[in-house]
């Protein structure tokens, strides 16, 4: 596939070249998800404890349900917060037809946020998102990518077999890299090579569910 770079959003010329500074994965990934939501076009959108801003944005043109392990007490129209374990998400199978699940995979069973630990846990909540995905569905899924580690009471770094294998069940539609020490923007279906010794890069994956 083509390897395409974004136009630099963070770097300007006014002021003396000077530009703000910019957490990179957080603008680009929720970036990412937007353009996705508005080509998916859903009715409903429901959103797995990624980072809320984006849940509360995309409710301004979009219904979304959002769902956290500690639920958000947030009062605004199109929007609704619920509580959820997503190791074991109490939605029917293959009901859902639009999820996003973004840097939120790769610290489930680590304590971070007041669960309990599991060393699986990343693995049964993708089993999970996979299970109440409808057929025709859409699964965008964020977590960090290249040489696979796990930091202590922190998070995990996957490969990107490693998040083709967690996801079995399920067809990978396109992708999206965001470097981790890169000026520019993410990188469109590029090849494994140019990220895969990264330490931390940040990997954006859109799924799709062809069958039960």
């Not at 703000?20 to 994965?25: A, L, T, V, Y």
């Not at 957080?26 to 998800?33: K, Q």
């Not at 199109?78 to 998400?89: A, H, Q, T």
Request: proline residues 3%; glycine residues 6%.
């Amino acid at each position: 596939m083509k390897c395409l770079e974004k136009t630099n959003l963070s770097i300007g010329t006014e002021n003396g070249g000077r530009s703000s500074p910019i957490d990179r994965h957080y603008i680009y990934h929720t970036a990412w998800a937007s353009r996705k939501i508005k080509e998916i076009n859903p009715e409903i959108h429901y959103d797995f404890s990624s980072y809320l801003y984006f849940s509360t944005i995309i409710s301004s043109f979009k219904k979304v349900k959002f769902f956290d392990y500690r639920p958000a007490k947030i009062d605004l129209s199109n929007f609704e917060s619920d509580s959820v374990d997503l190791k074991s998400i109490s939605i029917e199978s293959n009901s859902v037809k639009s999820i996003s699940c973004m840097h939120v995979i790769e610290h489930i069973g680590l304590g971070r946020y007041g669960d309990e630990l599991d060393g699986k846990g990343d693995i049964k909540a993708s089993l999970e998102l996979s299970r109440i995905l409808s057929v025709g569905g859409d699964l965008l899924i964020v977590v960090p990518i290249g040489k696979p580690s796990l930091k202590f009471n922190a998070h995990r770094v996957y490969s990107f077999q490693m998040i083709l294998d967690m996801f079995p069940h399920l067809k990978l539609r396109s992708w999206a890299i965001i470097r981790e020490n890169d000026q520019g923007g993410y990188i469109e279906n590029c090849p494994i090579e140019i990220f895969k010794n990264d330490d931390y890069s940040c990997g954006c994956f859109h799924f799709t569910k062809e069958q039960v």
